[in-house]
T-cell receptor, first 112, second 112 residues
């Protein structure tokens, strides 16, 4: 299995609190992605990174920020969580040659 | 706009039967196309990946085809098993730093 881990795996938080999800990889892959998955929508891109300190927005980036200060870690932050951000969040990594993509096991976030 | 459309949205088949899932895309310039299987509550797992020059690739009972001219792909599952029940997601990658584009998936249910 590819070396990609997400933490935490489950989290319940209150509306208005900040939340940070972590994606950690040991593959030294260049590209990292954050997605959310909701019923009826499939996987939707939040933000992605194509290198250290190089990030860009996806289709559902409002309310989210990211940081990538080193190759192995890609952090997703909800500055002030809302109930609409209740979802399952997946991280993915892709190698330099843009071939295989590996996914983490997901983080189930509930905002109450 | 880069898009990936999958059909059908859901499918129910009897154990032992074959089925074919469809994927149409508009991503350009094209790099590769991947099929993933996602079990409920888990991250997607790769089944096949095809580049522009490949038009068929098999992985056990799974066979993917690609027609880069018409921008269509299919995933054929032979002799279905109960464990094939999952969502099947088509993912297309463009060239350069463009992010992966996901279809919404086909939900397959195999019943006894």
């Amino acid at each position: 299995d590819a070396g990609i881990t997400q933490s935490p795996r489950h989290k319940v938080t209150e509306t208005g609190t900040p939340v940070t999800l972590r994606c950690h990889q040991t593959e030294n892959h260049r590209y990292m992605y954050w997605y959310r998955q909701d019923p009826g929508h499939g996987l939707r891109l939040i933000h992605y990174s194509y290198g250290v300190k190089d990030t860009d927005k996806g289709e559902v980036s409002d309310g989210y920020s990211v940081s990538r200060s080193k190759t192995e870690d890609f952090l997703l932050t909800l500055e002030s969580a809302t109930s609409s951000q209740t979802s399952v969040y997946f991280c993915a990594i892709v190698g330099q040659q843009n071939t295989e993509a590996f996914f983490g096991q997901g983080t189930r976030l509930t905002v109450v | 706009k880069n898009q990936v459309e999958q059909s059908p949205q859901s499918l129910i088949i009897l154990e032992g039967k074959n089925c074919t899932l469809q994927c149409n895309y508009t991503v350009s310039p094209f790099s590769n196309l991947r099929w993933y299987k996602q079990d409920t509550g888990r991250g997607p797992v790769s089944l096949t990946i095809m580049t522009f020059s490949e038009n068929t690739k098999s992985n056990g009972r799974y066979t993917a085809t690609l027609d880069a001219d018409t921008k269509q792909s299919s995933l054929h599952i032979t002799a279905s098993q109960l464990s094939d029940s999952a969502s099947y997601i088509c993912v297309v990658s463009g060239q350069g730093n463009t992010p992966l584009v996901f279809g919404k998936g086909t939900r397959l249910s195999v019943i006894a």
